[in-house]
């Protein structure tokens, strides 16, 4: 779980300090939106080809470790 959790990058300066798939600037909950409305994980690559299966296995791990109020350090930019 952690090496995918590493996926995720929090930036204060890209979309508002709000996680994202590292090196963009897709947020984690627009693809657990995309999710919960439906998509599959093929779909939303064809949408997103710049993503991973990892990419969006990813988000839902972050979420689902936030929906046990364990909250994740991130390494924030500056802290790499």
């Known amino acids: 779980m952690k090496s995918l ?16 798939i590292r090196g963009t600037r897709i947020w984690v909950s627009l693809l657990l939106d995309l999710l919960a409305n439906g998509m599959n994980i093929e ?10 299966e990892e990419d969006v296995r990813a988000a839902i791990a ?17 802290n790499e």
């Open 62 to 78: 972050y979420g689902a470790e936030m929906s046990r109020e364990r909250y994740i350090e991130i390494t924030t930019k500056g």
């Open 43 to 52: 779909e939303i690559l064809a949408e997103y080809p710049q993503l991973t």
């Open 5 to 20: 959790l590493e996926r995720i990058s929090i930036d204060p300066n890209i979309c508002f300090g709000k996680p994202c």
